[in-house]
C-alpha cells in the first residue's frame, strides 16, 4: 500500500513537472520567473521518498520532455531536475541550510558547465560569445547615431567586452550559486507547508566563510601579479577566474560584517542595508567592503568584537 502511495505520488510530481515545464516553454515570458520553481517537485518529492524514488522520478520527466520538446530542451530541463534531486535529498538527510546549498550549488554549476560544453561541443553555440559579438555590434551602430561617448570610450568598452569570455567559467559558476540560491529562497517556505522539514538559515550577519579562503585569496593573488602570465593562457584563465570569485566572496564576508556590526551596536537594520546597496553600487566602497572582509576573516574582527 505504501509503495503504490509512493508510485501514485511519483507519478502526480513528474506530471506537475513536465506541465510546468511545456506551460514555460511555449510562454518563453512565464519561465522568468517559472525556471526557479522548476526543481520544486522533484525536490519535494525527494525530500519525502529518498534518493532512489527520486530518480525514478527524474528519469521518467526527463523522457516525457523529450518527447514533447526537442533534445536541447531536455538537457536545459536536466539542470533542474538534478539539482531538484540533490537538494531534495540532502533535506531528506536533515544537512544544514548551508549544506543545502553547497551540494545543490555543485551540482547546478556541474549540470550548467556540462550543458555548455555540449552547445559549444555538439551545436556550435556559445551563448557569452554570442552576447559578446552583439554588444560590440550595438556599440558600433550606437556610435554611428551620435556622440552618446566618446570614441576611445567606446573602444574602451569594446576591449572590455573581448574579456568577457575569459570569465566564462567564472560566469557559469555564478550563475550556478545564484540560481541555487534563489531556489532555495523560494522552495523552502513551500516545502515546509507541504509537511517537509526544511532547516532555516542562520541570521545574515552571522554568516561566515572558511579562514582557509583567504589563503587562496592571497595566492592566487600573488600567482597574477608575480607568475608571468599572460591573457589567453589556460593557466592565467583558471586563476583569474579563481580569483573574482573570491573577491566575490570577500565581499559577501565583508556585507555579513556590516551587518554583525552594526547589529551589536543596536542600530536599525535599514542602516546595513543602505550602506551595503551603495557600497556595492559604487566603485570606491566596493573596495573597502572588500577589504573589510579580508580583515574580518583573516584576523577575526567579530571575535575581537565580541571581547569588547
Known amino acids: 500500500m505504501r509503495d503504490t502511495k509512493a508510485i501514485i505520488e511519483g507519478a502526480l510530481i513528474t506530471a506537475i513537472f513536465v506541465v510546468f515545464f511545456l506551460i ?12 526557479f520553481f522548476w526543481p520544486l517537485p522533484l525536490m519535494f518529492y525527494t525530500a519525502k521518498r529518498g534518493l ?3 530518480l525514478t522520478v527524474f528519469l521518467a520527466s526527463a523522457v516525457l520532455t523529450l518527447l514533447f520538446t526537442h533534445i536541447l530542451s531536455v538537457f536545459g530541463a536536466a539542470i533542474f531536475l538534478v539539482i531538484g534531486l540533490v537538494m531534495g535529498y540532502m533535506v531528506h538527510l536533515r ?13 547546478a554549476i556541474l549540470s550548467i558547465v556540462s550543458y555548455y560544453g555540449i552547445l559549444v561541443s555538439f551545436f556550435q553555440m556559445d551563448p ?7 554588444a ?20 574602451t568598452y569594446r576591449e572590455s567586452l573581448t574579456l568577457l ?4 567559467p567564472m560566469i557559469l559558476t555564478v550563475s550556478g550559486i545564484g540560481l541555487t540560491f534563489i531556489v532555495q529562497l523560494v522552495s523552502a517556505p513551500i516545502i515546509r507547508r507541504l509537511g517537509i522539514s526544511f532547516p532555516k538559515w542562520p541570521p545574515f550577519r552571522d554568516w561566515t566563510l572558511p579562514q582557509s579562503l583567504i589563503w587562496y585569496y592571497f595566492i592566487t593573488l600573488a600567482i597574477l601579479i608575480f607568475g608571468g602570465l599572460e591573457n589567453g593562457q589556460p593557466l592565467f584563465m583558471f586563476v583569474f577566474n579563481v580569483f573574482e570569485i573570491l573577491e566575490m566572496a570577500m565581499l559577501l564576508q565583508g556585507i555579513t560584517f556590516i551587518f554583525y556590526f552594526f547589529y551589536t551596536k543596536g542600530t536599525a537594520v535599514a542602516v546595513p542595508i543602505l550602506l551595503s546597496v551603495i557600497g556595492v553600487l559604487f566603485p570606491f566602497t566596493l573596495y573597502i567592503i572588500r577589504i573589510l572582509g579580508i580583515i574580518d576573516l583573516g584576523i577575526g574582527l567579530r571575535a575581537r568584537i565580541r571581547k569588547q
Open 24 to 35: 514555460c516553454f511555449y510562454i518563453p515570458p512565464l519561465s522568468l520567473i517559472g525556471v
Open 52 to 54: 532512489k524514488l527520486g
Open 95 to 107: 544537512k544544514s541550510a548551508f549544506a543545502i546549498l553547497t551540494a545543490g550549488s555543485l551540482a
Open 128 to 134: 557569452i560569445k554570442e552576447i559578446v559579438n552583439s
Open 136 to 155: 560590440i555590434h550595438f556599440s558600433h551602430e550606437a556610435e554611428k547615431w551620435g556622440p552618446i561617448a566618446a570614441e576611445k570610450e567606446w573602444q
Open 165 to 168: 569570455p575569459t570569465l566564462t
